[in-house]
Nanobody
Framework: QVQLVESGGGPVVAGGSLRLSCTAS????????LGWFRQTPGKEREFVAVIGRNSGLTEYSDSVKGRFTISRDNDRKTVTLQMNSLQPEDTAVYFC?????????????????????WGQGTQVTVSS
């Protein structure tokens, strides 16, 4: 079991940056693939960025590629999403997620249904 708590959301002007952090509690954190997903009212949760057990394995949605960076620190049990050049369409609730049973060399899944632990979410609001 792992519990996830996000922080770092808030309001920001278009073109600005935010850094989201997700801190985990529980055991075997390094064995989990981790991800960030986001959701806006009336829409399904969508993939933003994921990172495998091997930090070199990352995937980004086309909409954030080149602007967002995901990273993990297994010693501190954190996963971070650095968001630059934010745009109003990035406004959403951002969720941190963890997927157990991940093989070290396996690319992380981009599908939200593959993740079995979720944080409560943090709101990001980008104004134009």
């Amino acid at each position: 079991q792992v519990q996830l708590v996000e922080s770092g959301g808030g309001p920001v002007v278009a073109g600005g940056s935010l850094r989201l952090s997700c801190t985990a509690s529980g055991h075997s954190y390094s064995r989990y693939a981790l991800g960030w997903f986001r959701q806006t009212p009336g829409k399904e949760r969508e993939f933003v960025a994921v990172i495998g057990r091997n930090s070199g394995l990352t995937e980004y949605s086309d909409s954030v590629k080149g602007r967002f960076t995901i990273s993990r620190d297994n010693d501190r049990k954190t996963v971070t999403l650095q968001m630059n050049s934010l745009q109003p369409e990035d406004t959403a609730v951002y969720f941190c997620a963890a997927k157990s049973g991940t093989i070290l060399s396996t690319p992380p899944s981009i599908h939200s249904e593959a993740y079995n632990f979720w944080g409560q979410g943090t709101q990001v609001t980008v104004s134009s």
